[in-house]
T-cell receptor, first 113, second 113 residues
Framework: GQNIDQPTEMTATEGAIVQINCTYQ??????LFWYQQHAGEAPTFLSY????GLEEKGRFSSFLSRSKGYSYLLLKELQMKDSASYLC??????????????FGTGTLLAVQP | DVKVTQSSRYLVKRTGEKVFLECVQD?????MFWYRQDPGLGLRLIYF???????EKGDIPEGYSVSREKKERFSLILESASTNQTSMYLC????????????FGDGTRLSIL
């Protein structure tokens, strides 16, 4: 079956670094996305990985290991506004359109002063 | 910038009513998606469309139908609303290129009484 696991909740301190992990088991793999979702708002795109390694984008970085079915999102210099849910989503290879995503249930990050 | 617009932010309907949720995107995207988001369950795909008049069932299509008469518009229809369809509904769109993220609308919080 298709399964994506990420921690339900995490807490971190302003100015610190936090790593949010995501493991996946899917029938095929064609890319992994990270989204940020503030309460009551739409998910917004953060990062995309399709090859192994680290992608850096300012304070946010995302890592992928396809052989381990593992990704993480790294947030540096945490700010209060980073308090949000972080969604891991995998594009698995299925019959028909290949742009469908399978979403994890999200990790709710609380940044404390 | 991609704009995905959902017709209502909040909607209250009664059991048994036929409910229409509308979604419009302005980027000429081929693919459009309807999700519902519930606490602890994450984003679940209801239906998607990869071209005008084309539709495919997602993971939870029961009780829903869709319509894609024009490329920019994708409608979700609840044929006979039930209380278990109370949820946040999110529309998304993306191009056919595999490395492009899905862009989400602001969501419709639907309550069925």
């Amino acid at each position: 079956g298709q399964n994506i696991d990420q921690p339900t909740e995490m807490t971190a301190t302003e100015g610190a670094i936090v790593q949010i992990n995501c493991t996946y088991q899917t029938s095929g793999f064609n890319g992994l996305f990270w989204y940020q979702q503030h309460a009551g708002e739409a998910p917004t795109f953060l990062s995309y990985n399709v090859l192994d390694g680290l992608e850096e984008k300012g304070r946010f970085s995302s890592f992928l290991s396809r052989s381990k079915g593992y990704s993480y999102l790294l947030l540096k210099e945490l700010q209060m506004k980073d308090s949000a849910s972080y969604l891991c989503a995998v594009r698995a290879l299925r019959g028909g359109a290949t742009n469908k995503l399978i979403f994890g249930t999200g990790t709710l990050l609380a940044v404390q002063p | 910038d991609v704009k995905v617009t959902q017709s209502s932010r909040y909607l209250v309907k009664r059991t048994g009513e036929k409910v229409f949720l509308e979604c419009v995107q302005d980027m000429d995207h081929e693919n459009m998606f309807w999700y519902r988001q519930d606490p602890g369950l994450g984003l679940r795909l209801i239906y998607f469309s990869y071209d005008v008049k084309m539709k495919e069932k997602g993971d939870i299509p029961e009780g829903y139908s869709v319509s894609r008469e024009k490329k920019e518009r994708f409608s979700l229809i609840l044929e006979s609303a039930s209380t278990n369809q109370t949820s946040m509904y999110l529309c998304a769109s993306t191009s056919s290129h595999s490395n492009q993220p899905q862009h989400f609308g602001d969501g419709t919080r639907l309550s069925i009484l």
